[in-house]
RNA sequence: GCAGGGAUAGCGAAGUGGUCAAACGCGCGGGACUCAAGAUCCCGUCUCUUAGUGAGUUCGGAGGUUCGAAUCCUCUUCCCUGCACCA
């Protein structure tokens, strides 16, 4: 019988669905749960990519194992289904984002099911849908009322063709995604944002709590990013402008100031004969992105104001500048250019003066014709420091703040790198903020009775947003007092919506609350979390905040959603390269799986690399595990009686059993597969049912529809999916006997080598062993096994014997653990 | 630019101070089986040498630390991820 592998797994499929075995409920009492979840996707219209099919095939091994060891366990998949593709779609050829969206995640769905993915299908929940979002809509009002969302002036991207602002990535080259001759103009809107900020301190506290990769963790707290530090005042024409320094040290070095182009009061500032020269600089400015800005020289324009440093009184230019970030302290920064590098660039490109305030020891900072050959940005002694003059760098800085704060030109300051996250997007595709603007009463929210504003169909596309073209959508009666007002035609972020869709899954069909507290807490917080590292930061990080935020509102008792985080590694093509469209290197699943099956694949996929790893596709390793399971299907096929079972494969089977166990749990799944393989390939023809049993369990997680297929031959009613883990029994594994079949290993690399050797002359007809007296026993206890191995009559002496076959006197070389041996 | 990760035999990948010429898989070469191919099984697979041995050269590149380095440090090249409106 052949391995047909299409119809077998399409068997397992139907039945683990009718039998409804992965549908959970939280009332199995006396069972510990288990909250399994993986990143659920944005449902791309391309349909399952490598990569998803890796990261689910993770958290499946994960959640059947955690099922088969007895755990109550919640699986659950949904999709992320607003958001810019389908919008793009709408824009680019008149799709409907709706149907767009729900046509891809049938598809989703279709092909995920395909992969015999564990999952409670009941519980799916997709961000697009009314009954979701009206909970987005809930939230954000509750984070209104608490003072936690405010609306503040930002910069966009807005391309004057399509009269909208873009995203970043329909920002190309400084140009617009359809408009390739038109430049992106950068324009300050009013917009929403979350005071995330407000838990940085949480945030970074808790880090270390977290049972998460360590590289995540650190780039959570270089995002974060707290600094310790002085804000300064400057005084600008009476004026008083406060500046976030981390280095108060070098005060006295200060020759000029310059504030963020971004800044919100940058215009006030400007003197009125400037301000055609810095209008002129904004302009050509050409996008918010952080790496264009980056990438882009420093460069800056003076804007006719001098600023007075408030140590002495010296009074210095004050430029507009586009490497100072406006969200980043306050928006300004001194220039220093004696002691950082950037500072002392500027200064260098628009003349300005240095004055070196800090001489290392055993280094001379100027060169012979008094210039500075870069900016020193170490530590030393200050020197044209006033009184602090003498003083060690590193321990004034103290007292410089102390002295600033004293006189009111300053203080001590902590400052996050984080800013406040931006919710608003000028879209169509997203939840709509539930707002509405009255000229007489201001911004007032949408009774909680109305949500949720629901988002209009058939919208007009292409010019414009699309909401705010929408006459019917955006008129409305003001809720407090009745009066002609505006909706609100932002949407949210769709990170907004994934900032605790782990929670809806334990309560999804709730249509009174967003979810019941009970049922969330039974299950949360999430045990293992799966998915790849380019969530590292901001997924991550708003779905911590929205777990704070929540829990300080009352919906939940946790501090943190996520106790467990894995990243899985990227999959390359073959090529070495990130698979895409362009390159032609991708690799669809569902073309693998029609040819070489699901469970081939799953195998695969986690016996590639270290799961953590990043690796190349190639369809060789699938091949491989393939024929791998087709010689696993054939051997079980075959089986028709059952023997004894001995010691030495007992101690096999315990071993196989707690390494794959330990290794499963450790998330070294390449590892766990090659103790399955080894079990396997160390079978007799023929053993006990138990041991047969307990092999399908351990590659049952891997490979689950095979699994259930021999398991049920074998006579078993209910499923293997819900049978229980096998437990090892450590006083069965016999390191002797695995030390044994080492040296016995050895030797027959020995015979082997040697037998090929002279096989160049002769074939020899038997190999004459000579072991130390006390081994001879362990030798002819594996006699067979390495007849067997070794392919040749094997004869052991004990190199005491008087009448043993020895003509070239070979027992002499003999050692312990390592036997002399003669071929003939 | 900033932040994080990576580079190991023909390929993929294990290995983070000695037990390493380096697990495992793939590929390739040889043999068995077959009319043949495929499948399967066995042997081999850094170089030279050899009755199981011995020697040499390897772990992106260049230096360094150490009795000893794939493993630790410094510099360097290339690749990958994220950088706040892609999700």
């Known amino acids: 019988m052949?391995?047909?592998?299409?119809?077998?797994?399409?068997?397992?499929?139907?039945?683990?669905?009718?039998?409804?075995?992965?549908?959970?409920?939280?009332?199995?009492?006396?069972?510990?749960?288990?909250?399994?979840?993986e990143m659920f996707p944005y449902p791309s219209s391309s349909g399952l990519h490598i990569g998803h099919a890796f990261n689910y095939t993770i958290g499946d091994v994960y959640a059947r194992f955690k099922k088969m060891q007895g755990f109550n366990v919640l699986h659950p998949m949904g999709y992320d289904s607003f958001g810019l593709p389908a919008e793009n779609a709408a824009i680019k050829s008149h799709a409907d984002p709706k149907e767009y969206t729900e046509t891809a995640i049938k598809n989703f769905i279709k092909q995920q099911r395909l992969l015999g993915l564990s999952y409670d299908w009941t519980r799916v929940l997709m961000t697009h849908k009314p009954d979701y979002y009206k909970w987005d809509q809930f939230f954000f009002l509750k984070l209104f009322e608490k003072g936690l969302a405010y609306r503040k002036k930002s910069p966009v991207n807005w391309c004057p063709k399509c009269n909208t602002v873009l995203a970043n990535e329909q920002v190309v080259n400084g140009k617009c995604w359809r408009h390739q001759d038109t430049d992106v103009e950068i324009r300050n809107l009013e917009q929403w944002f979350v005071k995330t900020t407000d838990y940085a301190e949480e945030l970074l506290e808790m880090i270390e709590k977290l049972n998460w990769p360590e590289p995540i963790k650190m780039m959570q707290r270089n995002w974060i990013g707290r600094s310790e530090g002085a804000e300064v005042v400057f005084d600008i024409d009476g004026d008083k402008w406060p500046v976030f320094t981390t280095r108060p040290d070098t005060i006295f070095g200060v020759s000029f100031v310059v504030i963020s182009l971004q800044h919100p009061r940058l215009m006030q500032l400007v003197s009125p004969d400037r301000k055609k020269e810095v209008e002129k600089f904004l302009k050509k400015m050409k996008s918010v992105k952080q790496e264009d800005l980056d990438k882009m020289e420093k460069e800056g324009v003076f804007i006719g104001r001098y600023a007075k440093n408030p140590m002495t009184n010296e009074k210095v230019p004050v430029y507009a500048g586009n490497f100072v970030v406006a969200d980043y302290g306050s928006g300004m920064v001194m220039g220093v250019p004696a002691h950082d590098q950037r500072d002392f660039d500027f200064a260098v490109k628009y003349g300005l003066p240095m004055k070196a305030v800090i001489e290392p020891r055993d280094f001379e900072i100027y060169e012979r014709n008094g210039q500075l050959p870069s900016a020193y940005e170490g530590d030393g002694e200050l020197i044209?420091?006033?009184?602090?003059?003498?003083?060690?760098?590193?321990?004034?800085?103290?007292?410089?703040?102390?002295?600033?704060?004293?006189?009111?030109?300053g203080k001590v300051q902590v400052q996050f790198k984080m800013r406040d996250w931006l919710v608003s997007r000028q879209r169509y595709w997203g939840a709509p903020i539930p707002i509405v603007y009255c000229n007489d009463c201001g911004i007032v929210p949408v009774p909680e009775k109305d949500l949720p504003v629901l988002l209009p169909a058939k919208v007009e596309f292409g010019i414009g947003n699309p909401l705010e073209t929408n006459e019917k959508f955006v008129n409305v009666k003001c809720p407090k007092c009745g009066m002609k007002a505006r909706r609100?035609?932002?949407?949210?972020?769709?990170?907004?919506?994934?900032?605790?869709?782990?929670?809806?899954?334990?309560?999804?069909?709730?249509?009174?609350?967003?979810?019941?507290?009970?049922?969330?807490?039974?299950?949360n917080p999430v045990d293992f979390y799966t998915g790849g590292a380019e969530h590292a930061v901001m997924h991550l990080m708003y779905a911590r905040f929205f777990t704070k935020a929540l829990r300080d509102l009352?919906?939940?008792?946790?501090?943190?959603?996520?106790?467990?985080?894995?990243?899985?590694?990227?999959?390359?093509?073959?090529?070495?390269?990130?698979?895409?469209?362009?390159?032609?290197?991708?690799?669809?699943?569902?073309?693998?799986?029609?040819?070489?099956?699901?469970?081939?694949?799953?195998?695969?996929?986690?016996?590639?690399?270290s799961p953590?790893?990043?690796?190349?596709?190639?369809?060789?390793?699938?091949?491989?595990?393939?024929?791998?399971?087709?010689?696993?299907?054939s051997y079980f096929n075959a089986v028709k009686k059952f023997s004894k079972s001995d010691e030495r494969m007992d101690?096999?089977?315990?071993r196989a059993v707690k390494n794959v166990t330990d290794f499963i749990e450790s998330m070294k799944y390449n590892y766990a597969i090659i103790e399955i393989r080894?079990?396997?390939?160390?079978?007799?023809?023929?053993?006990?049912?138990?041991?047969?049993?307990?092999?399908?369990?351990?590659?049952?997680?891997?490979?689950?529809?095979?699994?259930?297929?021999?398991?049920?031959?074998?006579?078993?009613?209910?499923?293997?999916?819900?049978s229980s883990w096998p437990k090892a029994d450590e006083s069965r594994i016999n390191e002797g006997f695995e030390m044994e079949e080492k040296i016995v290993e050895r030797l027959a690399e020995d015979i082997k080598s040697v037998k090929n050797l002279i096989s160049k002359r002769e074939k020899p007809g038997a190999a004459y062993v000579y072991v130390i007296p006390n081994e001879k026993k362990v030798f002819e206890d594996n006699l067979d096994n390495l007849e067997k191995k070794t392919q040749i009559h094997v004869k052991i002496y004990s190199v005491s014997d008087k009448d043993k076959h020895d003509p070239l006197g070979k027992s002499k070389k003999a050692k312990p653990g390592k036997p002399a041996i003669y071929l003939e």
């Open 2 to 37: 052949d391995y047909n592998f299409t119809a077998l797994e399409k068997k397992w499929q139907k039945r683990w669905g009718e039998k409804k075995i992965f549908e959970v409920k939280e009332e199995k009492k006396g069972k510990e749960n288990f909250y399994c979840l």
């Open 384 to 409: 044209n420091s006033g009184e602090f003059t003498g003083m060690n760098n590193r321990k004034v800085i103290a007292e410089i703040t102390k002295y600033l704060d004293k006189k009111k030109l």
């Open 488 to 523: 609100e035609t932002d949407t949210m972020d769709t990170f907004f919506d994934s900032s605790w869709y782990f929670l809806r899954f334990c309560d999804p069909q709730n249509s009174k609350k967003p979810f019941d507290f009970n049922r969330a807490m039974y299950w």
């Open 554 to 609: 009352g919906f939940i008792e946790m501090d943190e959603p996520f106790t467990r985080l894995f990243n899985q590694g990227m999959i390359h093509g073959e090529d070495g390269f990130v698979m895409s469209k362009s390159r032609g290197n991708v690799v669809n699943p569902i073309d693998m799986i029609e040819k070489y099956g699901a469970d081939a694949l799953r195998l695969a996929l986690v016996s590639f690399a």
């Open 612 to 633: 953590d790893k990043d690796t190349n596709w190639d369809e060789n390793v699938l091949n491989g595990n393939f024929k791998f399971l087709r010689k696993l299907f």
């Open 651 to 654: 101690s096999k089977i315990n």
């Open 678 to 722: 080894n079990l396997f390939n160390s079978f007799p023809d023929q053993t006990s049912r138990e041991n047969l049993e307990k092999f399908l369990k351990l590659i049952s997680p891997f490979c689950p529809h095979i699994a259930e297929e021999f398991w049920e031959k074998m006579g078993n009613k209910n499923f293997i999916s819900v």
